[in-house]
């Protein structure tokens, strides 16, 4: 496995251009590492390794983390499997990419949890403000096991 491989894989399965440059990757590296689909861009700047999970990779490519019901579905939380994505933006995102497969929920905030998925508490939350209230408890019993 090479050794940029390796980083993004140490780092929820993404990193930037930026992380890759300060781990001492350069933008030679980081094309020949892509050429052989080691690794595969996911949006501008930013690489993932191709074997992030679908949903992960669909929120990143419109420019968030999972929440909401596709959160709880990664998290193992919620069995239901869904056409449509979750993903969590910041209010001030100017590069979401717009599809009818994915909701977006704007926040505020900051984000919590890992690169991929947002933290248990802020999923909840999520799924206060969009679910039917019978999902979110049960979603939370899920959580509180």
Known sequence: MHPLERAIRSSDGILSTAELHRRGFDDDTIKLVVSYRKIVPIRRGWYASPDLPRDAFLAW???GR?????AAAHLGLWPHASDVVHVRVAANASRVERSPFV?????RGPT???RVVVSIDEMLATIGRCQ???IFH?????ANR
């Open 132 to 134: 039917p209230r019978e």
């Open 112 to 114: 919590t949890g890992t």
């Open 66 to 70: 999972l929440t909401c019901l596709s």
């Open 61 to 63: 490519r419109a420019g």
């Open 138 to 142: 049960a979603v939370r019993r899920a």
């Open 103 to 107: 909701v977006v929920h704007w926040s």
